[in-house]
């Protein structure tokens, strides 16, 4: 995960910036000096001193001069001074107010930490699921019984409410693979309408269709073992949304989450990453924006690993060679790759990770690969 340090950010991202490895810069623009503000981001801070500032880290502990690495709060002011090299002083407000700044903007972020699981098809489509409600009502809240089959629960015992809401795939080559989500998995309850666009043009012309990578489910809801059996009987205890018949339970997860993230490179780059969904839009995604990318856990992919995005080039006709007026009728030639941006993953499951696009020179699109940041 990004480690408490990335806190330190600001504080020490410049600190010995033509350093290190060599490779943290100074921009040419970097200012002298910067207040900290409500709003800031470390990656933000680090942007406005650092060429890459996804390198901060390299060098934060070339920074004696900041007592608390871990923590910057607002109305800080970060100097840059030249003695034996370039370094930033932090200068601690008389008053802080407000919490640290932190590394990414989590507030934003709350949903894909908290409510939101990547579990395996076969493991959702096995769990206990919601047969039937109070009353025989067509949905339930809390205070309301529900009904439950398939499972082995102790009277007192909690359980989380989910409910089944995308299928992520992953990059097909054109092969026509299609990915399988039983009916069973589907009961009584239609896939809602899930924030996530996915499917993608892979160039060859058609919608990329490729194998199933995980079910994301929601968190909707808590119930507290009543009575057991089969079906058991389980009082709702709170709901986001109405319980119906087909929602699945899960162990109640109450492990936080960690605020801090430290930067890093993937240990080792996993085969044809790609960017496979994204939120809030339909075509293209820009900075601060949530990314799913068809890498996970068992690739060696954790949190705070960051990629940089680079854009396939586009397939088209060298009309030229071809010595004709006419217009696409030349032999095909596969332009150029293009950098994209980066991505820093916050939360990863198996095969599949969520990640926050930090900067971009251009829009990210589904399908763009994943590479090792510069």
Request: hydrophobic letters at 40%; charged letters at 20%.
């Amino acid at each position: 995960m990004f480690k408490k340090a990335f806190t330190v950010l600001a504080g020490t991202m410049v600190a010995a910036a033509v350093c290190a490895a060599g490779a943290a810069q100074l921009r040419s623009n970097h200012p002298d000096s910067y207040t900290v503000r409500r709003g800031d981001t470390l990656w933000g801070i680090s942007a406005k001193f650092l060429v890459k500032p996804w390198l901060w880290p390299e060098i934060w502990q070339a920074n004696p001069q900041v007592r608390n690495p871990h923590l910057i709060y607002p109305g800080d002011v970060l100097n840059l001074s030249f003695i034996n090299g370039p370094a930033l002083k932090l200068e601690p407000a008389l008053h802080r107010e407000g919490a640290a700044v932190p590394a990414i903007p989590l507030d934003a972020l709350k949903t894909f930490l908290k409510d939101l699981r990547v579990m395996d098809s076969s493991v959702v489509s096995k769990a206990p699921y919601v047969v039937g409600v109070e009353e025989d009502q067509l949905r339930v809240t809390s205070g309301q019984n529900i009904y439950v089959r398939g499972l082995d629960s102790q009277p007192g015992q909690r359980w989380a409410i989910v409910r089944p809401e995308h299928v992520f795939r992953g990059f097909d080559d054109g092969s026509g693979g299609t990915a399988v989500f039983g009916d069973e998995l589907y009961a009584n309850v239609a896939m809602v309408r899930s924030p996530w666009e996915e499917d993608f043009d892979n160039g060859s012309g058609h919608v990329s269709r490729g194998h199933d990578m995980g079910v994301e489910v929601k968190v909707i809801g808590t119930a507290e073992t009543l009575r057991t059996g089969d079906p058991s009987t389980l009082l709702v205890l709170e709901s986001t949304q109405e319980i119906r018949s087909g929602d699945r339970l899960m162990p109640v997860d109450d492990t936080p989450y960690d605020p801090y993230y430290y930067p890093h490179p993937p240990k080792n780059l996993p085969k044809d990453g790609r960017v496979i969904a994204f939120t809030d839009a339909m075509d293209a995604v820009g900075p601060h924006q949530v990314v799913a990318l068809s890498v996970g856990a068992k690739d060696g992919v954790d949190n705070g690993t960051t990629f940089a995005i680079w854009q396939p080039g586009e397939n088209i006709h060298d009309d030229v060679a071809s010595n004709s007026w006419n217009r696409g009728v030349g032999k095909r030639v596969t332009l150029p790759e293009e950098y994209i941006g980066h991505v820093m993953v916050f939360r990863t499951f198996d095969h599949v990770s969520y990640g926050l696009v930090m900067d971009g020179l251009r829009p990210v699109k589904k399908g763009d690969r994943l590479r090792l940041p510069e």
